[in-house]
Structures are given as structure tokens and as C-alpha cells.
């Protein structure tokens, strides 16, 4: 079984910078492809960063430049660096992971979700 906890949101000021963190823990063989989404009340859920296994990264537009996706392996850690925060980042922040578990295929596995809210 994986269980993945996120930490690291909070309320922060327009311009500040948040880090969120989703530590995985398991019978963990390999992580491959991780990702951020959010949603925001009475949106739906959109990608904000993801990281493929060889390390190549997808943001989107709206974070480019201002969030960045970063792993520790060792630790089985992903992260993602928010700075310069607007008020439309405003959302619960979900970490998604793919990991590849003993006696199980490659599955996708969810964080329990941390609010960010930044104020004006």
C-alpha cells in the first residue's frame, strides 16, 4: 500500500512564495512520472506541473516562470517552488505520482490535497 501526504500550503501574500511537498512511503520499487494539479471552488481540476521519469517537465502557462517541479528520489519527495503568488493560484493543490509498488502494476495514487490561498 502507498500513502502520500502533501504539506507546505498555507496563506501567503500576493508576491510571496510557498513550497509544497508530497513524501510517498511504501512498498516502493521506483517512482516514475509525478505531476501538481489544483482546483479551484467551482472549477475543475487542472495540471500544473509534471515531471516525466527522465526528467523532462510540462508547466502551464498560467505558473511558467514562477513554479517549478522537483523530485528527491532518495526520499521519494516530490516538491514544487511557488513563487511570485497571485491571487489566482488560490486553490487545493493535489500532488499526483506514479510509483511502481512490490506485486503491483504501475498505478497512479493521489495526495490527500493542501489549500493555498493567497491574498491581495
Known amino acids: 500500500q502507498v500513502h502520500l501526504v502533501e504539506s507546505g500550503g498555507g496563506l501567503v501574500q500576493a508576491g510571496g512564495s510557498l513550497r509544497l511537498s508530497c513524501a510517498a512511503s511504501?512498498?516502493?520499487?521506483?517512482?516514475?512520472?509525478v505531476g501538481w494539479y489544483r482546483q479551484a471552488p467551482g472549477k475543475e481540476r487542472e495540471l500544473v506541473a509534471q515531471m516525466a521519469s527522465g526528467g523532462s517537465t510540462t508547466y502551464a502557462d498560467s505558473v511558467k516562470e514562477r513554479f517549478t517541479i522537483s523530485r528527491d528520489n532518495a526520499k521519494n519527495t516530490v516538491y514544487l517552488q511557488m513563487n511570485s503568488l497571485k491571487p489566482e493560484d488560490t486553490a487545493v493543490y493535489f500532488c499526483?505520482?506514479?510509483?511502481?509498488?512490490?506485486?503491483?502494476?504501475?498505478?497512479?495514487?493521489w495526495g490527500q490535497g493542501t489549500q493555498v490561498t493567497v491574498s491581495s
Open positions: 499526483n505520482v506514479w510509483i511502481k509498488v512490490v506485486a503491483r502494476p504501475t498505478g497512479s495514487y
Open positions: 511504501g512498498n516502493i520499487i521506483s517512482i516514475n512520472a
